[in-house]
T-cell receptor
């Protein structure tokens, strides 16, 4: 069983909808990530939070808005998405700091379909 | 941006055969990781290699990190249908930033 839990597992939304993806981990990791994965492609980094502060934004469009309410939770707020945003959205967590090799623990993903 | 090139991109073999997947870069990585991903699930970490020349074994899987820390290989002995999946190598590119290879989609036929 994965220790990173993502909800919902599947989401279908229209281009005018507002929805959120949620991620939770209880491994004490202080870095959390959002990745986007299109079919038959590797994961692409979107955002990184380190100690609850946004440390990396890979030039993601503003229709994706991340939020890290506390060290265990990570949200991705979605608004006015486009059909090409349909993908598997993966949350991951890792340790931070000395000795850490950035090993990622992924959730099972949220499969998003934008109509 | 550091790039990782995986080869082959697709591999379909019979159960019991051996195979090797390669992950190459022109850049040096402080560490390199291998993940396996099954359809509809997130990637699962298999191994991390950090020392040039390091070899790690995980049952029938053998991972090697090149002496110069620019490349890595994954060798599977006596492949089984349960080994089917997408194999991803990933290298550290600064704090909390991993770059993934394009992946090798492996199919083991019974």
């Amino acid at each position: 069983d994965t220790e990173v839990t993502q909800t919902p597992k599947h989401l279908v939304m229209g281009m005018t909808n507002k929805k959120s993806l949620k991620c939770e981990q209880h491994m004490g990791h202080r870095a959390m990530y959002w990745y986007k994965q299109k079919a038959k492609k590797p994961p692409e980094l979107m955002f990184v939070y380190s100690y609850e502060k946004l440390s990396i934004n890979e030039s993601v469009p503003s229709r994706f808005s991340p939020e890290c309410p506390n060290s265990s939770l990570l949200n991705l707020h979605l608004h006015a998405l486009q059909p090409e945003d349909s993908a598997l959205y993966l949350c991951a967590s890792s340790q931070v700091g000395q000795g850490g090799t950035g090993e990622l623990f992924f959730g099972e993903g949220s499969r998003l379909t934008v109509l | 941006t550091q790039l990782l090139e995986q080869s082959p991109q697709f591999l379909s073999i019979q159960e019991g055969e051996n195979l090797t997947v390669y992950c190459n870069s022109s850049s040096v990585f402080s560490s390199l990781q291998w993940y396996r991903q099954e359809p509809g699930e997130g990637p699962v970490l298999l191994v991390t290699v950090v020392t040039g020349g390091e070899v790690k074994k995980l049952k029938r899987l053998t991972f090697q990190f090149g002496d110069a820390r620019k490349d890595s290989s994954l060798h599977i002995t006596a492949a089984q249908p349960g080994d089917t999946g997408l194999y991803l190598c990933a290298g550290g590119q600064g704090a909390q930033k991993l770059v993934f290879g394009q992946g090798t989609r492996l199919t083991i036929n019974p």
